[in-house]
């Protein structure tokens, strides 16, 4: 058995393909035109990460081929609320600013996938109008970008440069609100590591983004990509800090209930012992204990693939 995680493989661990060797590959990327999504639809068992790569993988899927619905998840031990006060404390942020988050790598915004044309125009619209508003990034690549960005953009930000995950939790419960400008994703993944910090989020209608950020519930979902939008949003939280603490507190319950690693890996782990057993009997043999083991570790694996 293959399980690629990593749809860039896609194509290469097609070629190992036995009799024995059942492949499950994961398209998280959603992109009409991306090279790899043949070579995933092509797998024994596709495997979406969001709705929108479940539709293009079933136009793609040889045979009328099953695909797999397996959303992303998030580690709940982990990712938890921390006090913010102390969170802004270990990370060196006053407590005077209103912080709004956003974690990434600047390199994965390739062909706009990011929208962090978006961002920068919503760093420069929020602050000029507010200039106790901080918008605080997290990840690599981000020192070019503030050298070129203008210093209207370079005084509205704090980088925080790469974070270890260990610090992550304490960065996500820092800000007051985290915001996503996606054009293109599977989760994102830091959507559901701010929701389940108990910090609300304004995020783009893309991957998993409807399901999890509702309307003056855990967030808000902004419709289009206009930099406006998000202006609005932001200052109505900004304003509004008893709405702010109903949007935690209804983010961490969710993502208890809903979208924790345990709950989005069985229906994998159950698939992969599905076709482990129709391939080789022996396997029917498995324990529990086993099977669990397997699911730490796929799990694992798979938010590595979709960490920072």
């Given at each position: 058995?293959?399980?690629?995680?990593?749809p860039?493989?896609?194509?290469a661990i097609?070629?190992?393909?036995?009799?024995?060797n059942?492949?499950f590959?994961?398209?998280?990327?959603?992109?009409?035109?991306?090279?790899?999504?043949p070579?995933?639809?092509?797998?024994?068992v596709?495997?979406?990460?969001?709705?929108?790569?479940l539709k293009l993988l079933?136009?793609?899927a040889?045979?009328?081929?099953?695909v797999?619905l397996?959303e992303?998840?998030?580690d709940v031990?982990?990712f938890?609320r921390?006090?913010?006060s102390?969170?802004?404390q270990?990370l060196?942020?006053?407590?005077?600013s209103?912080?709004?988050?956003?974690?990434?790598?600047y390199?994965?915004?390739?062909?706009?996938?990011?929208?962090?044309?978006i961002l920068?125009?919503v760093?420069?619209k929020l602050?000029?109008?507010?200039?106790?508003v901080?918008f605080?990034?997290?990840?690599?690549?981000?020192?070019?970008?503030?050298?070129t960005a203008?210093?209207?953009?370079r005084d509205?930000?704090?980088n925080?440069?790469?974070?270890p995950?260990?610090?992550?939790?304490?960065?996500?419960?820092?800000?007051?609100?985290?915001v996503?400008?996606?054009?293109?994703?599977a989760?994102?993944?830091t959507?559901l590591?701010?929701?389940?910090?108990g910090?609300?989020?304004?995020a783009?209608?893309?991957?998993?983004v409807?399901k999890?950020?509702?309307?003056?519930?855990t967030?808000?979902c902004?419709?289009?990509?206009?930099?406006?939008?998000?202006?609005?949003?932001?200052?109505?939280?900004r304003?509004?800090p008893?709405?702010?603490?109903?949007?935690a507190?209804n983010?961490r319950?969710m993502?208890?209930n809903?979208?924790?690693?345990e709950?989005?890996m069985t229906p994998?782990?159950?698939?992969?012992?599905?076709r482990l057993?129709?391939s080789?009997?022996?396997?029917s043999?498995?324990?529990?204990?086993?099977m669990?083991?397997?699911?730490?570790?796929?799990?694992?694996i798979?938010?590595?693939?979709?960490?920072?």
């Open positions: 058995m293959l399980v690629n995680l990593d860039w493989y896609a194509a097609l070629h190992h393909r036995t009799p024995s059942v492949v590959s994961v398209l998280h990327h959603v992109n009409a035109d991306d090279p790899n999504a070579s995933v639809a092509s797998a024994d596709p495997v979406a990460a969001c709705e929108q790569a079933k136009q793609l040889p045979d009328d081929r099953e797999l397996i992303n998840g998030v031990r982990r938890v921390h006090s913010k102390s969170a802004r270990t060196g942020i006053s407590n005077d209103f912080l709004v988050g956003y974690s990434g790598k390199s994965s915004d390739y062909g706009g996938r990011k929208g962090l044309d920068e125009s760093i420069r602050t000029s109008i507010d200039d106790r901080r605080v990034l997290c990840g690599k690549g981000w020192d070019h970008w503030l050298d203008g210093k209207d953009v509205g930000v704090i925080l440069g790469f974070l995950s260990s610090h992550l939790p304490q960065f996500y419960s820092a800000m007051d609100v985290f996503s400008t996606s054009r293109v994703e989760g994102p993944a959507v590591e701010s929701l389940a910090c910090t609300p989020v304004v783009s209608k893309t991957g998993v409807p999890v950020v509702v309307d003056g519930r967030g808000v902004v419709q289009g990509d206009s930099a406006d939008d998000f202006v609005i949003a932001l200052v109505n939280l304003d509004d008893e709405l702010r603490t109903q949007l507190s983010a319950s993502i208890e809903c979208w924790s690693w709950s989005k994998f782990v159950d698939a992969i012992r599905q057993c129709e080789d009997q022996k396997v043999r498995w324990t529990g204990p086993e669990s083991q397997l699911m730490q570790r796929i799990g694992a798979y938010e590595r693939r979709i960490s920072h």
